[in-house]
């Protein structure tokens, strides 16, 4: 049982970042749909809706969500859908159902870094930044690695790049709760490989990556160490889902079929 | 907190709680179709729109619904009679309990997707669970009900 004593919609992110930081009870509220699966006290929840963070934009360089924009949006953006093969929208579009994912926000996904987020998994396979309130701008990768913080995620920057990329993950059923995300991404030989659910939060596997830059070509031997790496280089847990032997080997097919999926990309 | 909505096309003012979901609003409201299913945000059955967009009403807080639609079955009760024919056609209707979530969402498809495979139908539909019938009796009425194949 939640309780949740009042609600502040302050009119700047200046207002929002004072009242969150009144209190330490005071938090941000996203989508809201974790909230009534736990329990907690929020004497002060502070609501971005009058922000203007309800967006996704495509600028020259860049594709911008808006911390207020929904997973929802996030799977039928247009601009989403042409770049990196569309891996935000497939990443997202197995989360329960469309109407979660029409409740659920960008910035709460992120901020909140749950271990089993697809979202978080497949944008950090790409070159995305976030912008926070208090913390400023950072790479997902930087941020993912703080302390948690009291702070506003407003929005979260993909860098608009060639990159081709692809997703894989395993899931019980359709719309359960992932066991294990996989994203892969490659720009040229800048190649990048992301895993989540492993049940913790999503990490890169930096030597993985680092055994596919060949300067030309990537064999199946090639794909096939790289993936043996980065299930070895990676810590894995139990949990109800899987166990972390479980997770490790199956993180060794997913990274397989993934980073294959990319290297057919023309 | 006091709150402005238009539920079903008709202008009302509620005083909320900050606490309160949107579910729990509008049953007070008498709107006993909004269904509580699973309380874990994964069932649908509580679906009722907010702006025309499908959501969940168990997992929405009633405040964030202020100077918005809310549309439950109630307020499109010719269009979901004439697809409740289309589900009682193909047996896909058993006790009843998820039925209101779940054409709220087919009516809410028909609106978003123009021509949808099968594979788009069981993608938007995913999330609405149905315990007494499977799904093929329902994919089936929603097709006919779309017109997109038999």
């Not at chain 1, 395993?170 to 800048?190: Q, W």
């Not at chain 2, 269904?35 to 729109?49: E, F, N, P, Q, S």
């Amino acid at each position: 049982m939640f309780i949740l004593n009042n609600v502040a919609q302050p009119d700047t992110l200046h207002d929002a970042y004072r009242i969150l930081t009144e209190k330490k009870s005071n938090t941000v509220l996203g989508g809201c749909a974790y909230l009534r699966m736990g329990s907690q006290i929020i004497h002060t929840g502070v609501d971005l809706s009058k922000l203007g963070l309800h967006y996704i934009k495509e600028a020259d360089d860049c594709i911008e969500m808006g911390a207020m924009a929904t997973l929802r949006d996030v799977e039928t953006n247009p601009a989403l859908f042409k770049y990196f093969n569309g891996v935000l929208p497939k990443a997202v579009g197995s989360i329960i159902g469309v109407q979660f994912r029409n409740v659920v926000t960008v910035g709460a996904s992120v901020f909140s870094r749950y271990g089993f987020s697809d979202f978080i998994t497949a944008l950090m396979a790409l070159d995305t930044e976030v912008e926070l309130y208090h913390g400023g701008r950072m790479t997902l990768p930087r941020f993912m690695d703080r302390r948690r913080a009291k702070d506003i995620l407003t929005k979260v920057i993909v860098h608009k790049t060639n990159r081709q990329a692809a997703y894989q993950a395993l899931r019980n059923s359709k719309s359960d709760y992932p066991i294990l995300t996989v994203a892969v991404s490659r720009l040229e030989d800048d190649w990048k490989i992301a895993v989540g659910a492993r049940p913790t939060r999503a990490r890169l596997a930096v030597q993985a990556a680092k055994r596919l830059v060949t300067g030309g070509t990537v064999t199946s031997d090639v794909i096939g160490q790289a993936a043996q790496i980065a299930a070895e280089e990676l810590p894995f847990g139990t949990n109800m889902r899987g166990s972390a032997e479980y997770r490790r080997a199956m993180c060794h097919v997913l990274v397989k079929r993934a980073i294959a999926e990319v290297a057919a990309c023309k | 907190m006091q709150i402005k909505v238009i539920i079903n096309n008709r202008p009302v003012t509620l005083d909320v709680k900050p606490d309160d979901f949107l579910v729990d609003t509008l049953r007070k409201q008498g709107l006993y179709s909004v269904r509580r299913g699973c309380d874990t945000a994964c069932c649908g059955l509580c679906t009722v729109w907010l702006d025309g967009r499908p959501t969940l009403s168990c997992s929405t807080l009633s405040f964030r619904a202020h100077g918005k639609t809310v549309t439950t079955i109630e307020g499109v009760r010719t269009e979901a009679e004439e697809f409740a024919r289309f589900m009682a056609a193909e047996g896909a209707d058993q006790c009843g309990y998820c039925s209101p979530g779940f054409i709220m969402t087919v009516l809410a498809m028909k609106n978003e997707l123009s021509n949808p495979t099968d594979a788009d139908i069981n993608h938007y539909l995913t999330g609405n669970l149905c315990r007494c019938t499977g799904y093929q009796g329902q994919l089936r009425a929603v097709k006919k009900y779309l017109g997109v194949g038999s």
